[in-house]
């Protein structure tokens, strides 16, 4: 009990996304979707970490230093706030994906998408969040091997070093086979269980619709802010320009589509469920 409560004190800002993974993928895809994807996908993540570290695959040959055994829980010589990182970045790029490949209407209340059948089952939605949760590792791990810099601490490395500020090409091909995995297995359970929660708007947007983009933005500045207050001004520019150039793309393609919004409201909460 003491190395969990000394893993929330020390990690808070993991659990902070990850409390707005719990109450967002409520809201979305309700409660079944997203307790049984925070078991499923932590053991995901847990077993390709642990993995790497045995047997080099999927992410390379990479190794965890146990500077913290004392202080916050591991499994296994993996950290679990790690593992357990991999639920809202696999959660926040699909939904990211969803409202990009949905239709958005106007109802009585705000905005809201569309009908989602189509999209929740296609396949350019899974292969979207895929590539999106890849996208955040490309910010994401430059910034964290740099952990004795900030407040995250020295905790991993790779036995070489990589060409990307220290990361290898192994491990973002790792991040690809296992956001697409991720991802496709969320998919399941939410085209399954999940059902469409309405009646949440803030600032006549709804909450459902918006907490998997505002999370994954949420993330992205996070680290970038980082890089830039360690000084890594080299790596907070390119991850700048990278994440710059899809969050552009992705502006302009939400403008059109609230140029051109659906005409008619989704369907009711029962007709969405599988």
């Known amino acids: 009990m003491d190395l969990l409560l000394g893993t929330v004190l020390l990690r808070p800002y993991v659990f902070a ?4 993974y719990l109450l967002g993928a409520w809201l979305q895809f309700g409660p079944r979707v997203t307790w049984v994807f925070l078991l499923l996908g932590y053991l995901t993540a847990f077993l390709s970490e642990y993995s790497s570290i045995h047997l080099g695959f999927p992410y390379g040959d990479y190794f965890y230093i146990q500077t913290t055994r004392d202080r916050e829980l591991w499994v296994m010589g993996v950290p679990f ?3 357990l990182s991999y639920v809202f970045l696999a959660a926040c790029s699909y939904s990211t994906a969803l409202f990009l490949m949905s239709p958005l209407v106007r109802g009585d209340k705000g905005w809201e998408l569309g009908d989602q059948t189509r999209a929740r089952r296609s396949r350019a939605v899974w292969i979207l ?6 996208l955040l590792d490309i910010v994401v791990d430059p910034v964290a091997l740099q ?3 900030w407040f995250l601490g020295k905790i991993y490395g790779y036995s070489s070093p990589g060409a990307y500020f220290g990361i290898p090409m192994s491990n973002f091909a790792g991040w690809l086979l296992v956001g697409l995995c991720m ?3 969320f998919q399941l359970l939410e085209t399954k269980w999940g059902t469409a929660q309405r009646g ?4 006549g947007i709804s909450a459902a619709m918006a907490w998997g983009p505002l999370l994954y933005l949420s993330i992205l500045l996070f680290n970038l802010a980082v890089s830039f207050a360690i000084g890594e001004t080299c790596l907070a520019t390119a991850s700048s320009f990278i994440s710059g150039t899809f969050a552009l793309m992705a502006l302009s393609w939400t403008a059109y589509k609230i140029g051109h919004p659906k005409k008619h409201l989704p369907p009711p909460p029962s007709s969405l469920q599988s």
């Open 17 to 20: 996304f990850l409390a707005c």
């Open 81 to 83: 706030m790690d593992s």
């Open 129 to 134: 969040g895929g590539f999106l949760m890849l």
């Open 147 to 149: 952990g004795d810099k």
């Open 183 to 185: 991802t496709r297995l």
């Open 200 to 203: 949440l708007e803030v600032l």
